[in-house]
């Protein structure tokens, strides 16, 4: 079992920037992937950025504004937003894969919401 919990989410305007943490505890050990979701209001939940192995992948429409990043001392797993818009308003989600065996195992953080103002 893993336990996520995320913290750093809060209120900018419009070009600003927050940083999200997501402090995993539990069988760490068998974590293979770090993912960071979101959810805007009334949409999906949508992949924003994942890191596995040592190289961090993003979608299209953070490329060059977030990044995700981790500190194995201290099993978090960040993410810096900068040069925010009001279509990044949403629920983050911290997200993390292990692995058992050929089995993969899901385990999602409470979320955190992220609101720009315009």
């Known amino acids: 079992q893993v336990q996520l919990v995320e913290s750093g989410g809060g209120l900018v305007q419009a070009g600003g920037s927050l940083r999200l943490s997501c402090a995993a505890s539990?069988?760490?050990?068998?974590?293979?992937?770090m993912k960071w979701y979101r959810q805007p209001p009334g949409k999906q939940r949508e992949l924003v950025a994942f890191i596995s192995d040592g190289s961090a992948n993003y979608a299209d429409s953070v490329k060059g504004r977030f990044t995700i990043s981790r500190d194995n001392a201290k099993n978090t797993v960040y993410l810096q937003l900068n040069s925010l818009k009001p279509e990044d308003t949403a629920v983050y989600y911290c997200n993390a894969v292990s692995q058992t065996g050929r089995s993969h195992y899901n385990y999602w953080g409470q979320g955190t919401q992220v609101t720009v103002s315009s």
């Open positions: 539990g069988t760490i050990f068998s974590i293979v992937a």
